[in-house]
Every structure is written in structure tokens, then in C-alpha cells.
């Protein structure tokens, strides 16, 4: 499955902004997806998951109350909505896909997108 982000940009802290992976190739809903995200000098991190239906979803402590993980198969499309955004968020954030079960951490993960840059500035 091809993995396409968008939706990144500069935003001020507090404010919120909404990131977008469509998929393409394969059929999406055999899909569990996912978010993670590098910050400039660090690890890529772990940021959300949601499982095939939208029934599940799972966040990072760190994003936990302010993201929102949702995916929409009509439109082979899964999001990431941020809310109370801060410098910290500062990151590329990159979509995944997991055949079948949801994404714990990187190395579940089968296929990647190429990164969509959220800026946050304080």
C-alpha cells in the first residue's frame, strides 16, 4: 500500500491543526494504522494507533487528551487531529500501516508514508 501525508505546517502553541494519509494500492481496510513522529536530533516516537474498524484507538501518554486518531475507509483515508499544540509537537509526522492489527511501535509497522513537517512555534 502506498502512503501518502499531508496537512503539516506552522501553527502557533495552542492551536490545532489536522494531518491527513491517504492510502492507494491496496485494499485500506485490511489495514491498521498509525502515527509516529521525529523531532529534529531524536528518536522517531510512537505517537497513536487505530485498528481496522475505528473501534480501537491508542495514543501516546504524551499526546493523550489532545490527538485524536480517526480513519475513514470510504475514503482510504486515516487523520490525526491535534489539539493544545505545543513547541514540543514540533515534528515530522509520518503514517503507517500494519496488516490487520494495530501498531505498537516501529518495527510492526509494513509500510511507511513519507512524512508530512508540523512546526509549532511558542
Known amino acids: 500500500v502506498q502512503l501518502q501525508a499531508s496537512g503539516g505546517g506552522l501553527v502557533q502553541a495552542g492551536g490545532s491543526l489536522r494531518v491527513s494519509c491517504a492510502a492507494s494500492?491496496?485494499?485500506?481496510?485490511?489495514?491498521?494504522m498509525g502515527w509516529f513522529r521525529q523531532a529534529p536530533g531524536k528518536e522517531r516516537e510512537y505517537v497513536a494507533t487505530?485498528?481496522?474498524?475505528?473501534?480501537?484507538?491508542y495514543y501516546a501518554d504524551s499526546v493523550k487528551g489532545r490527538f485524536t486518531i480517526s480513519r475513514d475507509n470510504g475514503k482510504n483515508t486515516v487523520y490525526l487531529q491535534m489539539n493544545s499544540l505545543k513547541p514540543d509537537d514540533t515534528a515530522v509526522y509520518y503514517c503507517?500501516?500494519?496488516?490487520?492489527?494495530?501498531?505498537?511501535?516501529?518495527?510492526?509497522?509494513?509500510?511507511w508514508g513519507q512524512g508530512t513537517l508540523v512546526t509549532v512555534s511558542s
Open positions: 487505530i485498528d481496522i474498524n475505528a473501534r480501537r484507538a
Open positions: 503507517a500501516a500494519r496488516v490487520d492489527f494495530m501498531i505498537w511501535d516501529q518495527t510492526q509497522v509494513d509500510y
Open positions: 494500492g491496496r485494499t485500506f481496510s485490511n489495514y491498521a
